[in-house]
């Protein structure tokens, strides 16, 4: 293997990048440097993963090209977010620590613009900028890009999914026709080839492992669970990794940052950083989680993009990315720099044939694994105790004075007695709660389980139940029905539950890590002219009997199978199984006590059940709900 200076940079960049630790080039620094170096007019491809060392691949050539007697700016790098921009900047700046005369400026959003034109007016050799913000500065004229020498699109494939191709294309359209193209990514999707073919010429492609493959460093691991089991999963996956430093990825802002409370409220050092963060918010986050005070960070893919720390243990995939390209984004934010790695995916049990897909992909065999079991985990933090305890620094001159009345307090206890008592004192919080907890790999029959939740009143555990306004009358049934989740949403695999379908009105379960997706997507929606609507139904409310309206002392009701509005513990029934032999306004199937009424054959008149509906919310002071809405057209339909 070469050095830096067989490969041709020169002392004072050297001298830099000893003290920052480089020892010998990475490949893709001994493929990309001599090249860079050697030839200035070629246009070069690079695809390596993240972590790679692609920054220093072409930071380090740049410097050595910089013409100082030049003041204009000569090299310009685009990257996807602000976090990568400003890292790229800082680590030129470090390289160029005793080349005297170089600036570097850093160009982005979400910060003063005033102060960066200042910075770019002082002199800019080298700009790190975001596609967003270097257009704006480029239509304000405060930057000039023909005459550049170099443009680096790095991590073009992130640009492109973010939304980014035709500020890159304004841009590269300003640049002149000489100028030299480096583009690096970590895959080469159709959108990175075709900006590659319109604006670069002959370019010389050079791949570091296979191309759009896993980095080499990096082990995978499946856990497979019920959808419902996840959070559970997670929790088991952290404890069993007592020194995890990592990435837990989520699909959704609101999952993220309800992953991230649970979390928390549990004990563990977490946060979540995603789109809905201020850039104040996200930089506290970002703080902590790199000074290592907080040791989970979940996240959304967008908001990781840019993140570059390099000793992360662990990625965790709570959910696969719905584009299998992205996996490899989020197992290249560890193992980098020559580290190793492990990326673990909580998958649910229908996920089998992405797995295979993800493992074409990356070129890898991921590792199934059983979720660990309480008593795995108790142990392997038992032996964690141990070893932070032999491995603590004791500190004599502050600790030696009070030892003779530690001791005379303690001198009834044996030698094990005392090793127990110090290792329980963490251990045993553990050991409770894992005590009792279930195997989450024994497989369970879901409908068995589905009945003993309804015979308790409640959804089944790890599953919302939806209310939606559509039924048998609008020729919905349940493959109709599964198909509007699939299409709606754009997720193929989400686990659906029990399916009722009335004549005018619906309930299903849908996994509750979809619930909100759902809520929007349906809520946007129209099926064959009708608007959709979809609402959570609270299982638990029981049905009322006679004649519906049942007032008990501690809360008002109107049940309507569970359904339930915020409007003083009112709600608005419409039961699946009336109780009974009563008439009530649950529709049913089958109801009980040998009756056959249901709406428009009670005893109760059209008139009657409408002005006890409507009297209900007349006495709230509240319009009349959709509850009201359904019974009218329920009658109607009859």
């Known amino acids: 293997m070469k050095s830096f200076a067989e490969i041709g940079i020169e002392k004072n960049i050297l001298k830099a990048i000893e003290e920052l630790g480089f020892e010998s080039p990475m490949p893709v620094q001994e493929k990309v440097i001599p090249q860079l170096l050697n030839d200035e007019g070629n246009d070069i491809v690079a695809l390596a993963q993240t972590g790679t060392g692609k920054t220093a691949a072409f930071g380090l050539p740049l410097l050595q090209r910089v013409d100082l007697s030049n003041k204009k700016t000569q090299h310009v790098i685009i990257s996807p977010t602000r976090e990568l921009c400003v890292q790229i900047a800082d680590d030129i700046k470090s390289y160029s620590k005793y080349e005297s005369g170089i600036k570097v400026v850093a160009v982005f959003g979400g910060a003063s613009i005033d102060h960066q034109v200042k910075a770019i007016k002082r002199g800019a050799h080298i700009i790190s900028a975001t596609p967003g913000r270097l257009l704006d500065l480029i239509n304000r004229r405060v930057i000039d890009l023909r005459e550049i020498k170099t443009v680096v699109l790095d991590e073009a494939d992130e640009m492109l ?80 990794n007592p020194d995890i430093y990592g990435i837990v990825f989520c699909r959704t802002r609101l999952e993220t940052q309800d992953i991230a409370s649970k979390l928390m409220n549990d004990g563990y050092n977490a946060d979540a950083i995603h789109g809905d963060l201020s850039q104040a918010q996200r ?45 490899t984004h989020r197992s290249g934010r560890t193992g980098r720099a020559g580290k190793s790695g492990i990326s673990i995916i909580i998958s649910n049990l229908k996920e089998k044939r992405k797995i295979s897909t993800i493992e074409k992909k990356i070129g890898k065999k991921i590792e199934h694994l059983p979720v660990p079991l309480g008593k795995e985990i108790c142990k392997v933090q038992l032996f964690h105790v141990i070893d932070r305890m032999e491995k603590v620094a004791a500190d004599s001159v502050e600790i030696d004075e009070f030892l003779p009345e530690i001791n005379k307090k303690l001198e009834w206890l044996d030698r094990d007695e005392l090793i127990k008592k110090f290792v329980s004192v963490e251990f045993n919080r553990f050991s409770d709660y894992y005590r009792n907890t279930a195997d989450l790999n024994k497989p369970t029959d879901d409908r068995k ?179 009201v809405v359904q019974i009218i057209e329920e009658v109607n339909s009859t």
Do not use: W
């Open 161 to 240: 999914n973010m939304g980014f191709r035709e500020d890159l294309e304004d841009i590269l359209s300003d640049t002149p026709a000489e100028k030299q193209t480096l583009l690096f990514s970590a895959t080469m999707p159709r959108e990175v080839k075709k900006i590659a073919d319109k604006f670069m010429n002959n370019a010389i492609e050079f791949t570091v492992g296979k191309k759009n493959a896993g980095a080499d460093n990096v082990s995978h691991i499946c856990y497979s669970v019920h959808a419902r089991d996840r959070y559970l999963a997670l929790k088991r996956i952290v404890d069993f």
């Open 449 to 627: 389980s589905r009945r003993e939740e309804r015979s308790r009143g409640g959804n089944s555990e790890g599953y919302t139940r939806f209310f939606l306004n559509l039924g048998s009358m609008d020729n919905l049934g349940p493959a109709d029905l599964i198909g509007m989740v699939n299409d709606l949403t754009g997720v193929r695999d989400i686990q659906i539950g029990e399916i009722d379908i009335k004549k005018s009105f619906s309930f299903f379960e849908v996994d509750s890590e979809f619930k909100d997706q759902l809520l929007d997507t349906f809520n946007k929606a129209e099926h064959k002219g009708r608007k959709i609507n979809l609402e959570i139904s609270d299982r638990a409310a029981k049905p009322q009997s006679s004649g519906g309206r049942r007032r008990s002392n501690d809360r008002k009701s109107f049940s309507r199978g569970g359904r339930s509005s915020d409007r003083g513990g009112k709600s608005f029934g419409r039961g699946d199984k009336p109780s009974g032999g009563s008439k009530s306004y649950g529709r049913s199937d089958k109801p009980s006590g040998g009756s056959d009424k249901s709406y428009g054959k009670s005893d109760k008149s059209y008139d009657e059940v409408i002005t006890q509906a409507v009297t209900v919310e007349v006495e709230e002071k509240q319009n009349v709900n959709l509850a």
């Open 283 to 327: 930089d506290v986050v970002m703080g902590k989680f790199r000074t290592k005070h907080i040791s989970l960070l979940v996240a959304t893919d967008v908001a990781a993009r840019g993140i570059d720390i390099n000793d992360l243990t662990h990625v965790i995939n709570y959910n696969l990315p719905d584009e299998l390209e992205i996996y």
